[in-house]
């Protein structure tokens, strides 16, 4: 600590202010950034994992693999890899002719998908809102390029080249893979009246371009459709709309969706990592930023007994 004490007494009296000032905000944002990792690592470690078929209403995590939501998957606008979820970047390398002589580096192109994520566990489909979500994606990667639209990388996977004016950044939820989500779990259930009525309607619009299966409305043979005939016509389109309903099992749909906590007080994470990793992880991220607030509070506490 000798280095340290004949350093802080050689600042004059501004210099030792922006100091003190500089070791007490460290030490905060490392304080409150270890707080924030742990504070996951609890949630992650403290909340049950749930089967989709089963889930509570409420907050909840649930374990599964990732699937398309329809037959055109999502793919990634730099390399047209099929995904659930991407994260892209292009940046331009900007060049500084000034004493410094450094590149800096300036965005040109930045999107993320909104699409929702399709998870299945075996008991059920969930669907997840990436909307607010802390998204750990399970392909990330960084090239180089000269034009702002790259031209590929390599088939391997591995970046290509390690120079260029165009940097890109690619981050990837691949389909069919597993996924960890910890979020707001609700069950939004399907009107079967409103969907029967909507059938019937259906059905109704079907016969009306079909002149022979008017025809078999038409009991009197005068050609034209009575308010009686179109009445027994409805009767058997609510009919066969009911007995639609219980083959397809529409009468006891529901859709499972997770999303953001609506008050944005507890973590809402997907990941492709397993939770026991991402707790890990977050664990150590948060020990290690404590250790620095402390370092930083001892470097505080002897400046400021250093120089009274």
């Known amino acids: 600590m000798g280095w340290y004490a004949v350093w802080v ?26 707080v924030y990792f742990i504070r996951r690592t609890y949630w992650i470690i403290n909340t049950p994992t749930s089967k989709i078929h089963s889930a509570h209403q409420g907050y909840v995590e649930i374990e599964g693999v990732t699937q398309p939501i329809d037959s055109t998957p999502l793919a990634s606008p730099l390399t047209g890899t099929a995904c659930v979820w991407y994260w892209v970047s292009v940046e331009h390398k900007k060049s500084s002719y000034g004493d410094s002589g450094k590149n800096s ?77 910890l979020g707001w779990f609700k069950t939004i259930a399907h009107d079967p009246f409103q969907a029967e009525q909507e059938a019937i309607k259906a059905t109704l619009r079907e016969w009306k371009t079909d002149p022979e299966t008017m025809r078999t409305f038409d009991l009197d043979g005068d050609g034209h459709i009575s308010e009686d005939e179109w009445a027994r016509a409805r009767q058997k389109a609510a009919f066969e709309a009911r007995v639609g309903q219980v083959h397809s099992g529409e009468q006891e749909k529901q859709t499972h969706l997770m999303s953001n906590d609506a008050q944005g007080r507890r973590p809402f994470i997907i990941s492709a990592l397993n939770q026991t990793t991402l707790a890990r992880r977050f664990r150590r991220w948060g020990f290690l930023a404590w250790l620095g607030s402390l370092v930083g509070f001892f470097f505080l506490i002897a400046a400021y007994y250093l120089r009274t």
Do not use: M
């Not at 007494?9 to 270890?34: K, Q």
């Open 9 to 34: 007494g050689h600042l004059d009296a501004n210099e030792y202010r922006g100091l003190l000032i500089a070791l007490f905000l460290l030490t905060l944002v490392l304080l409150v950034t270890g």
């Open 105 to 181: 580096w300036e965005r040109v192109y930045q999107h993320q998908s909104d699409q929702l994520i399709a998870v299945s566990d075996g008991s059920g489909v969930c669907l997840v809102d990436p909307d607010g979500a802390r998204i750990h994606p399970g392909l990330e990667r960084q090239w180089y390029g000269d034009t702002e639209i790259p031209s590929g990388i390599a088939s391997s996977g591995i970046t290509g080249r390690l120079f260029g004016d165009y940097r890109y950044t690619e981050k990837l939820l691949l389909p069919h893979h597993e996924v960890y989500v």
